[in-house]
């Protein structure tokens, strides 16, 4: 479990290859993460480049399954906070402490992964949006300091309007790039593979190279 704050935890997975140069937190938004084939397979392609990867749940289980907390689902700046959190952990925990750490969004995970990098600046090196909504991310987008990439698919028309205005919102360093043919899922694992390619190379430019202090050997701790 990854505490998010000093009441909360969450599912998560940790893996941490050897060598690792850098790590990325990845979420999905309101819906489990670690159920997400497509997100599973983006955290193994960063992990084959070198990078260390939490796979995380924004929710508690209680969560998402309870009805009355619904809301809970679109309050990104609750999901911003606890992916921030989850950054707080992984600066404190061996073997990550030496590592810095990006923000690899979908769907409403990405205006989570925006609104925890304006939150807590200090927290976060860069930040990739994959198919997602980081309009969600509102009147913070400016505050954002991480180099920032957006990720759509071409075949994505609101997809690609809602990046347009989010991409001129930001102050930040940044980059927009088009998956040709894509849709907003990115159900082609070609579509998949050229993702990760393009996210990994932004982190490994912007997270820097293998730390001392890490621990050698691939490590991996799970969650359930």
């Known amino acids: 479990m990854v505490p998010v704050d000093d009441s909360v935890l969450v599912r998560g997975r940790l893996a941490v290859p050897s060598g690792a140069r850098g790590m990325v937190v990845l ?9 997400s084939p497509r997100l599973a397979q983006t955290s193994r392609l960063f992990q084959a480049m070198g990078l260390g990867t939490l796979l995380m749940d924004l ?16 309050n990104v700046g609750l999901l911003g906070m606890r992916m921030a959190g989850a950054a707080r952990w992984l600066h404190r ?15 409403t995970g990405a205006g989570a992964a925006l609104s925890a990098a304006a939150f807590r600046p ?3 090196d860069a930040v990739v949006s994959r198919g997602g909504r980081p309009d969600l991310a509102g009147a913070v987008l400016p505050k954002v300091q991480a180099p920032t990439l957006l990720l759509v698919g071409g075949a994505d028309t609101l997809g690609l309007d ?3 205005r989010a991409y001129e919102a930001l102050r930040a360093a940044k980059r927009m790039d088009i998956i040709p043919g894509a849709t907003h899922h990115f159900q082609e694992d070609s579509e998949l593979e050229q993702v990760a390619e393009l996210a990994g190379e932004w982190f490994l430019q912007h997270l ?8 050698e050997g691939a490590e991996e701790a799970s969650a359930p």
């Open 27 to 35: 979420a999905r938004g309101s819906d489990s993460s670690l159920e």
């Open 59 to 74: 929710l508690t289980r209680e969560e998402m399954e309870e009805r009355r907390t619904r809301q809970l689902r679109f």
């Open 93 to 107: 925990e061996s073997p990550t402490s030496g590592l810095r750490v990006g923000y690899f969004g979908a769907h």
């Open 122 to 124: 200090d927290q976060v």
């Open 162 to 164: 809602i990046n347009r």
């Open 208 to 215: 820097g190279g293998p730390q001392e202090a890490l621990e």
